[in-house]
Every structure is written in structure tokens, then in C-alpha cells.
């Protein structure tokens, strides 16, 4: 009798043992993925924050290209106010993507903006971004 209630006992403990380490694990877990999308956040808000910077830049030399920098402008502050769930965050980055791409298309066409050092710091410092982004 009484090693059956030891034994009975015993596998209680274990099973308390086993929930208390479960538990604590699936909260730290969930504070890593917390964790992770602020990471991502202040990225995404240093992206935004580089935008400006970079379609002035080109503005001087391309003026004509108007509808391209209303396009990026528009596409910043649709994903900048974003809001919610990942995949609604995710949503209004698409546009802000293409935009970019559009961006970089007219780039193409100034070889005098492409040597512009500063619009080359701003390149690679939205470049590295990125790259965070995707880590």
C-alpha cells in the first residue's frame, strides 16, 4: 500500500515537473515572438524614416518624374500607419515595394545621381535595412 501511494505520488510530481517547465517555456517562446516583431517594427519605422530622405534626393535630378515620388510618398504613409496583424502590416508593404522599384527604375535613368554620394550613403543604409528586415 504504501508504494503504491508513492509511486502514485511520484508520477504527480512528475507530471507538475513536466507542466511548470511546459509553461515556462511557451511563455518565454511567446516573449521571443514578441521580441522579434518590435525588431521588426523598428526596422520597418527606420525604413520609413529613410524614404524621404532618399526621394528628395532624387527629386533634384529627376523633377519630371512626379508621379513616381507622389506614388512612394503615398505608398510610406499607407504601410507607416498601418496597423494590427502581421498580415495586414504585410499587405500595405507591397505597394510601398513597388513604389521603391519604381523609384530605382528612374534612378536608373541619372548616371549623375547613381555617383551622388549622398543619395549612395542613402542606398546602402535602405540596403542594410532591408537586409535586417529579411534576418
Request: aromatic letters at 8%; proline letters at 3%; a neutral charge.
Amino acid at each position: 500500500m504504501g508504494w503504491t501511494i508513492a509511486i502514485i505520488g511520484g508520477i504527480i510530481l512528475l507530471i507538475l515537473i513536466f507542466g511548470v517547465v511546459s509553461y515556462n517555456r511557451f511563455v518565454s517562446q511567446r516573449q521571443l515572438i514578441k521580441d522579434a516583431w518590435a525588431n521588426i517594427d523598428t526596422e520597418l519605422r527606420r525604413r520609413y524614416d529613410l524614404i524621404p530622405n532618399l526621394v528628395e534626393s532624387v527629386r533634384g535630378y529627376a523633377s519630371h518624374e512626379r508621379t513616381v515620388f507622389e506614388n512612394v510618398t503615398r505608398a510610406r504613409a499607407a504601410a507607416a500607419s498601418a496597423t494590427g496583424s502581421p498580415a495586414a502590416q504585410a499587405a500595405a508593404e507591397g505597394p510601398l515595394v513597388a513604389a521603391l522599384r519604381q523609384l530605382f527604375a528612374v534612378v536608373e535613368n541619372y548616371p549623375d545621381l547613381k555617383a551622388n554620394q549622398n543619395f549612395l550613403a542613402l542606398q546602402q543604409e535602405l540596403a542594410n535595412t532591408e537586409d535586417r528586415l529579411q534576418t
